[in-house]
């Protein structure tokens, strides 16, 4: 009975939470420049530099106005949903 409940916690909460994680991998990895993101603390920017080698990048938050921030900061890619 145990390892049925076990089984079924694993599916409905372990599994999702993982696939979750790798499509944050894969998308924090796949960041090119230009792309617009939101980090964890709510900045707005455009990737400036991305760096493969480094786990940093460099977000333009306004003009000549540069970050460096982790990359595991990025949470959000906004690219895609239309200015105001």
Same mark, same amino acid.
């Given at each position: ?23 944050? +991998? $894969?998308? /924090? ?6 792309? @617009?993101? =939101? %980090? ?24 000549? +106005? $540069?970050? /460096? ?6 949470? @959000?890619? =906004? %690219? ?5």
């Amino acid at each position: 009975m145990m390892g049925l409940i076990f089984v079924v916690m694993y599916f409905f909460m372990i599994r999702p939470q993982q696939k979750k994680q790798k499509e944050l +991998v $894969k998308f /924090r990895q796949s960041l090119q420049k230009g792309d @617009k993101v =939101i %980090t964890a603390g709510g900045i707005y920017g455009r990737v400036a530099e991305v760096n493969d080698k480094d786990t940093f990048i460099f977000l333009e938050i306004d003009n000549n +106005v $540069k970050i /460096r921030v982790d990359k595991s900061s990025i949470v @959000k890619d =906004i %690219t895609d949903i239309p200015q105001k």
